[in-house]
């Protein structure tokens, strides 16, 4: 296999590129400046080291130095009464672009697919029941499910909600899900922070 293959290999490993926008993309660096290329390589190499997956709500974040946390868990300013529970790191993006939101967050890792039989869940379930039982300790009064609007993101949020029925149990915690605003089939991830506001702002209590 030649390099060029090879790079062509790895860019159709990346979410959402098929093979034909993989060479798209292996063929545009050829075009690309020598230092642009050069500052590519080395921000990917460097990348790992430089960016952690917080222990708290596992969202990936830019290290400055030796914390431990990301920068909203540590945040003592936010509301730790509230935990966001979403699939993706992008997630946490979108909705920190609302502006709207001041609790904590979770980062599933994905959905629990409906039409998936398979055992092995591939979700933080563990790590979700760790983190709710330490933010019990901290005061948690809401856990928000804000999966996607369609079976997929339903089945998770079943899913999640089945998770830590016990654990909540005995507890003043309530579980909501995002209101309207958010239409049919629609992700967190590619709605605007209008909407994710007022989806936010019209959640309602599920149990
Ligand atoms: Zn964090």
Redesign the pocket.
Same mark, same amino acid.
């Given at each position: 296999m030649t390099n060029l293959e090879k790079l062509i290999r790895h860019f159709e490993k990346f979410p959402g590129i098929g093979s034909r926008q993989a060479r798209r993309f292996a063929f545009h660096l050829l075009t690309e400046s020598k230092e642009n290329v050069a500052e590519l390589s080395e921000l990917i190499s460097s990348i790992q080291n430089a960016v952690s997956e917080?222990?708290? %709500?596992?969202?990936f974040?830019s290290r400055y130095g030796n914390e431990i946390? %990301?920068?909203?868990?540590?945040n003592t300013l936010r509301d730790r009464t509230k935990l966001l529970v979403v699939e993706r790191d992008t997630d946490v993006d979108a909705t920190e672009r609302s502006r709207v939101y001041d609790g904590?967050?979770f980062v599933l890792g994905g959905t629990v697919p409906l039409l998936d039989s398979r055992e092995d869940i591939k979700v933080r379930g563990g790590a979700l029941k760790h983190t709710v039982e330490a933010r019990l300790k901290d005061g948690l009064k809401e856990i928000i499910l804000a999966f996607g609007i369609n079976p997929d993101g339903e089945n998770t949020a079943r899913y999640v909600q089945h998770l830590i029925r016990d654990l909540i149990a005995e507890t003043p915690v309530t579980i909501s899900e995002l209101g309207r605003g958010l239409s049919t089939g629609s992700e967190l991830e590619y709605a605007d922070p209008e909407t994710i506001k007022h989806a936010l702002q019209a959640r309602r209590r599920i149990a």
């Amino acid at each position: 296999m030649t390099n060029l293959e090879k790079l062509i290999r790895h860019f159709e490993k990346f979410p959402g590129i098929g093979s034909r926008q993989a060479r798209r993309f292996a063929f545009h660096l050829l075009t690309e400046s020598k230092e642009n290329v050069a500052e590519l390589s080395e921000l990917i190499s460097s990348i790992q080291n430089a960016v952690s997956e917080c222990p708290s %709500c596992f969202r990936f974040f830019s290290r400055y130095g030796n914390e431990i946390e %990301c920068t909203i868990c540590s945040n003592t300013l936010r509301d730790r009464t509230k935990l966001l529970v979403v699939e993706r790191d992008t997630d946490v993006d979108a909705t920190e672009r609302s502006r709207v939101y001041d609790g904590l967050y979770f980062v599933l890792g994905g959905t629990v697919p409906l039409l998936d039989s398979r055992e092995d869940i591939k979700v933080r379930g563990g790590a979700l029941k760790h983190t709710v039982e330490a933010r019990l300790k901290d005061g948690l009064k809401e856990i928000i499910l804000a999966f996607g609007i369609n079976p997929d993101g339903e089945n998770t949020a079943r899913y999640v909600q089945h998770l830590i029925r016990d654990l909540i149990a005995e507890t003043p915690v309530t579980i909501s899900e995002l209101g309207r605003g958010l239409s049919t089939g629609s992700e967190l991830e590619y709605a605007d922070p209008e909407t994710i506001k007022h989806a936010l702002q019209a959640r309602r209590r599920i149990a």
